[in-house]
Nanobody, 115 residues
Framework: QVQLVESGGGLVQPGGSLRLSCAAS????????MSWYRQAPGKERELVAR????????NYADSVKGRFTISRDNAKNTVYLQMNSLKPDDTAVYYC????????WGQGTQVTVSS
């Protein structure tokens, strides 16, 4: 079965950096686009970044462009989200996502940006 396991979240000061990882299993990872979403308290879940199956194409939410970078290692079945210049508004639970007829989600990893 499809499994997505996120890691790398934590508490960071404004302006700091974090790198999230999502280890995938149960499907042919290199055949699917992957996405990162986030959900802040009291807000809807929103798309943060998406990467094509080969990694040749990416797109980002306007709020994170120039600060976040999504990448993947198909040999390791892992997708990453490098987050730089973090702001308090980036505080949220971050989820890894893949769509195979239905959407699959990981358990999420908490990112808190606070001084």
């Amino acid at each position: 079965q499809v499994q997505l396991v996120e890691s790398g979240g934590g508490l960071v000061q404004p302006g700091g950096s974090l790198r999230l990882s999502c280890a995938a299993s149960g499907f042919i990872f290199s055949s699917y686009a992957m996405s990162w979403y986030r959900q802040a308290p009291g807000k809807e879940r929103e798309l943060v970044a998406r990467i094509t199956s080969t990694g040749s194409g990416t797109n980002y939410a306007d709020s994170v462009k120039g600060r976040f970078t999504i990448s993947r290692d198909n040999a390791k079945n892992t997708v990453y989200l490098q987050m730089n210049s973090l702001k308090p508004d980036d505080t949220a639970v971050y989820y890894c996502n893949v769509v195979q007829y239905v959407a699959y989600w990981g358990q999420g990893t908490q990112v808190t940006v606070s001084s």
